[in-house]
């Protein structure tokens, strides 16, 4: 039981260049979910998704886009990175979205755009 | 709105001493959950407890008890005897009606041998 993967770990990418994050999980959970986490800020919510085949706008959607092809995977795009998208991209996955519910948090993609 | 408060940035100990760490909540729900992650070196972001609003009861799990307070809109962290490998930030969370999980911005904790 792996629980939350992300892939990949570390990425540089040039302004204006393009690329996908991909969030696994293996505990069935329903509801999966996109941070960024910037220094002193927390986290922040991006895009979120309720189930497969749908998706819904967090706290900071912009300049990214997300989809829920299959329930274990949520992936985060970039269609033209920013220097202001270097973060540490932080996929979570929960059974339900209902308060009660714990986030549980895979280990994190690194990105830095020059 | 929700948001949450970690007033402390960073908090440097000695091995052995006790440690507190403070957060303070803001929400107009009635129904809501506090949750603690740690987040070490390492950078993933490990669950330590979740409590909901109705609990005022503290809770003490080996070296860590927390202590929630609605009066006072906290929900505070202690570790006792710390040790080296209790390095790490520390993120209080908030969670009431709707999907979102609202951070603090974390309290780095550096326990020195």
């Known amino acids: 039981n792996a629980g939350v993967t992300q892939t990949p770990k570390f990425r540089v990418l040039k302004t204006g260049q393009s690329m996908t994050l991909l969030c696994a999980q293996d505990?069935?959970?329903?509801?999966m979910y996109w941070y960024r986490q910037d220094p002193g800020m927390g986290l922040r919510l991006i895009h979120y998704?309720?189930?497969?085949?749908?998706?819904a706008k967090g706290e900071v959607p912009d300049g990214y886009n997300v989809s829920r092809l299959k329930k274990q995977n949520f992936l985060l795009g970039l269609e033209s990175a920013a220097p202001s998208q270097t973060s540490v991209y932080f996929c979570?996955?929960?059974?339900?979205?209902?308060?009660?519910?714990?986030?549980?948090f895979g280990p994190g993609t690194r990105l830095l755009v020059l | 709105a929700q948001k949450v408060t970690q007033a402390q940035t960073e908090i440097s100990v000695v091995e052995k001493e006790d440690v507190t760490l403070d957060c303070v909540y803001e929400t107009r729900d009635t129904t809501y959950y506090l949750f603690w992650y740690k987040q070490p070196p390492s950078g993933e972001l490990v669950f330590l407890i979740r409590r909901n609003s109705f609990d005022e009861q503290n809770e003490i799990s080996g070296r860590y008890s927390w202590n929630f307070q609605k009066s006072t809109s906290s929900f505070n962290f202690t570790i006792t005897a710390s040790q080296v490998v209790d390095s790490a930030v520390y993120f209080c969370?908030?969670?009431?009606?709707?999907?979102?999980?609202?951070f603090g911005g974390g309290t780095r904790v550096l326990v020195k041998p």
């Open positions: 979570a996955s929960s059974f339900w979205g209902v308060t009660q519910e714990t986030q549980y």
């Open positions: 969370a908030l969670k009431a009606a709707g999907n979102k999980l609202t």
């Open positions: 998704s309720v189930g497969e085949g749908t998706t």
């Open positions: 505990m069935n959970h329903e509801y």
